[in-house]
């Protein structure tokens, strides 16, 4: 029955439960925030600042997500994400806000390297023309390749959806694809560049070439309008995490948003209502239905597939289901400094798939930052899987650990048993932004239209970086606040 004024879509009378629905003296309800990650930790941290109450209903035991930090035995290992980029303002003003500013650590200036491997061996990325020139990463015909953008005309406005690779091997050859894209991919999407859509994992590259043409053109012109905007490309944005790991930035949040998180709630059905929403979640065998002004749907986009949704006629998240999720495992590893022979130098090394090894690549984590390993030791973090091999992520630990081994010890010269072991599977790993990823985001866009207080918000929709997902939650948050009539008008208040 579709939607209209006067006949709003209510969850069924004969499975409606007087005595499991939680009264609320606000008969709109706070907002409702589906996952307690980090983009639904920030929304409700940011909506409290703004004076609008929220419940964030989270399924699991914990928030965060995959961002979780483990100690020990002296070492600090990191489920999820290893650093944070400060790519916006935004992210230093919300460590500020939610008191972590004296335990925010920078990653060490002397880690900046990133290494790539060619032929077996973990070559330096140039970080200047002169390196370019000189550097044997590349062929000399790979560098002659790579001018040629600054004479090609840009990509037509009507032509098809461009993969990465397509984009990559027509501007800058096919050479620099496989030893600089491909790798880069799987260290960020642990992706595949032939599948993955330049215009939607990638889509400031796609605009420089639609605005400038020339990427090197671009890439000067574009870099004072960074500076005004204030926003810090990816690649030279500090590299940030916390005395006691990237966790701590969870629990920072948690304390600022007190206690909205509802755990082991999971969210079954969402019903429209006249003035707002209807949330039903179980806890256990309990049946719980509330009202809320808005909801906000921030968990991964396989389980919002599951959350039944009565709005207007047609409408339904099942489709979310379809967006394909790369497995990855991160494998952290321990050694003493003395068993492995490379300086470690630097952030780490990617893996091209043409070469030889299981692993997309490893981050050297002591090297970044203190406190990641007891004197006298290294931590070392490796992938496994993404799309370029599945079955690998979710291999038995043995397996894993002995390919991983094999691969350091040829790599970097890694010899004796490793003295710390910390392994973190995560079977629907990271979303990919393949070729028609568009239409998805698409629906999502139409369905907030539709579906006037429900939003989208998450690595799913906003980018998968962790500063991309703060920032999409503090950015949803606004836009909710800003559009609903029965908020106060927008002004921070001490944080709870």
Same mark, same amino acid.
């Given at each position: 029955?579709?939607?209209?004024?006067?006949?709003?879509?209510?969850?069924?009378?004969?499975?409606?439960?007087?005595?499991?629905?939680?009264?609320?003296?606000?008969?709109?309800?706070?907002?409702?925030?589906?996952?307690?990650?980090?983009?639904?930790?920030?929304?409700?941290?940011?909506?409290?600042?703004?004076?609008?109450?929220?419940?964030?209903?989270?399924?699991?035991?914990?928030?965060?997500?995959? %961002?979780?930090?483990?100690?020990?035995?002296?070492?600090?290992?990191?489920?999820?994400?290893?650093?944070? #980029?400060?790519?916006?303002?935004?992210?230093?003003?919300?460590?500020?806000?939610?008191?972590? *500013?004296?335990?925010?650590?920078?990653?060490?200036?002397?880690?900046? @390297?990133?290494?790539?491997?060619?032929?077996?061996?973990?070559?330096?990325?140039?970080?200047?023309?002169?390196?370019?020139?000189?550097?044997? #990463?590349?062929?000399?015909?790979?560098?002659?390749?790579?001018?040629?953008?600054?004479?090609?005309?840009?990509? =037509?406005?009507?032509?098809?959806?461009?993969? %990465?690779?397509?984009?990559?091997?027509?501007?800058?050859?096919?050479?620099?694809?496989?030893?600089?894209?491909?790798?880069?991919?799987?260290?960020?999407?642990?992706?595949?560049?032939? +599948?993955?859509?330049?215009?939607?994992?990638?889509?400031?590259?796609?605009?420089?070439?639609?605005?400038?043409?020339?990427?090197?053109?671009?890439? /000067?012109?574009?870099?004072?309008?960074?500076? +005004?905007?204030?926003?810090?490309?990816?690649?030279?944005?500090? @590299?940030?995490?916390?005395?006691?790991? #990237?966790?701590?930035?969870?629990?920072?949040?948690?304390? *600022?948003?007190?206690?909205?998180?509802? !755990?082991?709630?999971?969210?079954?059905?969402?019903?429209?209502?006249?003035?707002?929403?209807? %949330?039903?979640?179980?806890?256990?065998?309990?049946?719980?239905?509330?009202?809320?002004?808005?909801?906000?749907?921030?968990?991964?986009?396989? @389980?919002?597939?599951?959350?039944?949704?009565?709005?207007?006629?047609?409408?339904?998240?099942?489709?979310?289901?379809?967006?394909?999720?790369?497995?990855?495992?991160? /494998?952290?590893?321990?050694?003493?400094?003395?068993?492995?022979?490379?300086?470690?130098?630097?952030?780490?090394?990617?893996? =091209?798939?043409?070469?030889?090894?299981?692993?997309?690549?490893?981050?050297?984590?002591?090297?970044?930052?203190?406190?990641?390993?007891?004197?006298?030791?290294?931590?070392?973090?490796?992938?496994?899987?993404?799309?370029?091999?599945?079955?690998?992520?979710?291999? =038995?630990?043995?397996?894993?650990?002995?390919?991983?081994?094999?691969?350091?010890?040829?790599?970097?010269?890694?010899?004796?048993?490793?003295?710390?072991?910390?392994?973190? %599977?995560?079977?629907?790993?990271?979303?990919? !932004?393949? /070729?028609?990823?568009?239409?998805?985001?698409?629906?999502?866009?139409?369905?907030?239209?539709?579906?006037?207080?429900?939003?989208?918000?998450?690595?799913?929709?906003?980018?998968?970086?962790?500063?991309?997902?703060?920032?999409?939650? /503090?950015?949803?948050?606004?836009?909710?606040?800003?559009?609903?009539? @029965?908020?106060?008008?927008?002004?921070?208040?001490?944080?709870?």
């Amino acid at each position: 029955m579709p939607y209209s004024p006067g006949n709003a879509h209510r969850l069924p009378d004969t499975a409606r439960d007087p005595e499991t629905m939680t009264p609320d003296p606000d008969s709109t309800g706070p907002v409702a925030i589906v996952g307690a990650g980090v983009t639904g930790l920030a929304a409700a941290f940011r909506l409290g600042q703004l004076g609008i109450d929220a419940v964030v209903y989270e399924a699991g035991t914990r928030a965060g997500g995959p %961002v979780h930090s483990v100690c020990r035995d002296g070492y600090l290992a990191e489920d999820g994400p290893n650093t944070l #980029l400060e790519t916006s303002p935004k992210i230093r003003a919300l460590i500020r806000d939610i008191g972590l *500013a004296d335990q925010c650590l920078g990653a060490d200036s002397r880690a900046s @390297k990133r290494f790539i491997v060619r032929n077996g061996v973990p070559k330096p990325i140039p970080g200047s023309i002169a390196g370019w020139l000189f550097t044997d #990463l590349f062929s000399l015909h790979a560098k002659l390749r790579v001018l040629g953008d600054l004479f090609l005309p840009r990509q =037509p406005t009507d032509a098809p959806e461009e993969s %990465v690779a397509g984009f990559v091997r027509r501007r800058l050859g096919g050479e620099f694809l496989d030893y600089a894209i491909n790798p880069l991919v799987a260290g960020i999407y642990a992706g595949e560049p032939e +599948r993955l859509s330049v215009a939607q994992a990638f889509p400031r590259l796609a605009a420089v070439e639609r605005r400038h043409r020339s990427l090197f053109l671009g890439q /000067l012109l574009g870099a004072r309008e960074r500076r +005004r905007s204030g926003e810090t490309p990816r690649a030279n944005a500090p @590299k940030l995490s916390f005395v006691g790991g #990237l966790g701590t930035l969870v629990s920072g949040l948690l304390r *600022a948003v007190g206690n909205r998180v509802e !755990y082991e709630s999971s969210v079954t059905a969402l019903a429209r209502h006249e003035d707002g929403w209807e %949330v039903e979640s179980r806890r256990g065998h309990q049946v719980h239905r509330r009202r809320h002004r808005a909801v906000l749907l921030a968990a991964p986009a396989h @389980k919002l597939a599951r959350i039944s949704l009565e709005g207007r006629e047609g409408n339904s998240l099942a489709w979310l289901a379809g967006i394909v999720h790369a497995p990855v495992t991160s /494998l952290v590893l321990g050694f003493r400094r003395g068993d492995v022979a490379h300086p470690l130098d630097g952030f780490g090394l990617l893996v =091209p798939a043409l070469e030889p090894f299981p692993i997309l690549g490893a981050i050297f984590n002591s090297s970044l930052f203190p406190g990641r390993a007891p004197e006298g030791h290294v931590t070392i973090t490796c992938y496994l899987g993404g799309s370029r091999d599945p079955g690998l992520a979710l291999a =038995p630990l043995e397996h894993q650990l002995g390919r991983v081994r094999e691969s350091l010890a040829r790599l970097i010269g890694v010899r004796g048993e490793p003295t710390f072991v910390h392994r973190c %599977v995560h079977a629907q790993g990271i979303p990919q !932004y393949n /070729l028609g990823y568009g239409d998805f985001r698409e629906r999502m866009r139409r369905l907030e239209e539709s579906e006037p207080g429900l939003r989208f918000a998450g690595h799913f929709r906003d980018g998968i970086s962790l500063s991309d997902c703060l920032v999409a939650g /503090l950015r949803v948050a606004e836009e909710i606040a800003g559009s609903n009539p @029965k908020a106060p008008a927008p002004a921070p208040r001490a944080n709870p």
